[in-house]
């Protein structure tokens, strides 16, 4: 896959804190970052489509929130085990 080299500039708590976290994954800093960066792609996607979706039918009500956290919780407690 192609890759585009970078230079970023991260605060010094943050770039420590990632760097420590790619050495706990024992993966590079660039592969971190770039999970990290397609991570908050999904979620910003996600975000988008939900807003579309309540533009069209209406807001989420109380009851499907819960139903999606429930939801994600379990795919969060699978993903750890």
């Known amino acids: 896959m192609p890759?585009?080299?970078?230079?970023v500039a991260?605060?010094?708590e943050t770039a420590a804190a990632a760097a420590a976290a790619a050495?706990?994954?024992?993966?590079s800093l660039s592969s971190w970052l770039?999970?990290?960066?397609?991570?908050?792609l999904r979620v910003?996607?996600?975000l988008r489509a939900v807003?579309?979706?309540e533009a069209e039918h209406g807001s989420l009500t109380e009851g499907e929130l819960?139903?999606?956290?429930?939801f994600l919780a379990g795919k969060?407690?699978?993903r750890a085990s």
């Open 23 to 27: 050495e706990r994954r024992g993966v």
């Open 44 to 46: 910003e996607a996600g």
């Open 66 to 70: 819960a139903e999606a956290d429930r």
């Open 10 to 12: 991260l605060e010094d």
């Open 51 to 53: 807003a579309e979706w």
């Open 34 to 40: 770039n999970e990290a960066a397609e991570h908050a």
């Open 76 to 78: 969060r407690r699978r």
């Open 3 to 7: 890759v585009r080299k970078l230079s």
